[in-house]
């Protein structure tokens, strides 16, 4: 399930020394933010698609987070705003196919 960004985006390359690049980052976090996600919806194509979302989100502003900030807590924060606008957006209610009765 690893994310691959869009060739058409580029976030700001990093400072030598500054921390890791956006693909470490999305290796060493992809899976935890998976279940943070899958937690708080319990549908895994949902979790899959707030996931990839996140990580888009996180690509855009990589070069823009906050210096020092940690990036497992970043990443979360992002994630779990996801999750709320999923929830907003009323995506948690029934499907039309599950709620038909035959």
Known sequence: MFWIPPT?????????????????????????????ILLQVNDAEIADDLTQETFLSAYRYFSARKT????????CRIAL??????????AFRTRPDEGASE
Do not use: T
Not at 68 to 75: N, Y
């Open 81 to 90: 705003e996801h999750v709320k606008r999923h929830f907003r957006a009323g």
């Open 68 to 75: 020092g900030e940690e990036v497992h807590f970043w990443l």
């Open 8 to 36: 058409n985006m580029s976030p700001s390359s990093p400072a030598p020394n500054s921390g890791p690049s956006f693909e470490e980052v999305v290796r060493e976090h992809e899976r935890e933010i998976y279940r943070l």
